[in-house]
């Protein structure tokens, strides 16, 4: 007899909201823990630019060699962690290391901590199947970015959004299944309306999780599909 195996929903970019929404998901829904994997992505701030960087090294099995360069690492504003393999990417929370990363020891905790986050994109090999959830809806966002990243390269537009479902889909196969969730301001006109594109009207502010029943019918949606 076949074996289904849960679906496995990773986040890719570009906040923390993803993580958030996945939490009270799983709180409000016993059982549903082992959909959710932790991942590279969950705490870091991630433009289009930068998901398609890590998923590119991905797919080209040279990401581990990527997070192991120590070389690569830059701070700036004293407190943010670049990396000159993954433009794009800035590892927002890891701010206690950037202030000390002369410090080797501190070099060695962070590769370890990202290679262990990285997992699932160095080994994508899974029997079930694996759904990304992309979004730039965090009410937050572009402020906390202001300066620091662009935020066109955080606006979903067609080629970008062809970029990724076609990196994602070689990565973890062709019956990967994605979902980007993005407000009518930052996506292109020509993708409003696509099956794997949701508008979402969640006002720009202070906040960085959303109302904790924002994925519920989404991620509901996903998690009940199995793949044998």
């Known amino acids: 007899m076949l074996t289904a195996h849960p679906t496995r929903v990773l986040t890719i970019g570009c906040s923390c909201i993803n993580r958030f929404q996945f939490d009270h998901f799983q709180s409000r ?38 997070l ?6 830059r701070v700036e504003w004293d407190v943010l962690l670049f990396h ?28 370890n901590k990202l290679t262990h986050q990285a997992a699932p994109f ?8 694996t759904h990304l959830v992309w979004s730039n809806i965090q009410p937050n966002l572009p402020d906390t970015v202001h300066n620091v990243t662009p935020w066109a390269s955080f606006q979903l537009t067609l080629d970008r959004h062809g970029t990724i479902t076609a990196l994602g889909s070689k990565l973890f196969g062709a019956d990967t299944g994605f979902s980007f969730l993005t407000m009518a301001a930052d996506v292109s006109p020509e993708l409003i309306g696509a099956a794997d594109v949701h508008v979402i009207d969640l006002p720009r502010g202070p906040d ?3 109302p904790p029943s924002l994925y519920d019918s989404l991620l509901a949606c996903i998690v ?4 044998p």
Do not use: M
């Open 29 to 66: 829904n016993p059982g549903t823990e082992h959909h959710f994997v932790r991942t590279l992505f969950d705490w870091n701030i991630v433009s289009l630019a930068g998901t398609e960087a890590i998923l590119r090294h991905a797919v080209n099995g040279t990401l581990l060699s990527a």
């Open 68 to 73: 192991q360069d120590v070389s690569g690492f």
């Open 84 to 111: 000159n393999q993954l433009p794009g990417v800035c590892f927002y929370h890891e701010q206690d290391i950037a202030r000390s990363f002369d410090d080797p020891a501190q070099k060695i905790s962070l590769i």
């Open 122 to 129: 160095l080994a994508p090999d899974y029997p079930g199947r």
């Open 208 to 210: 960085y999780e959303g």
């Open 224 to 227: 009940t599909r199995t793949h």
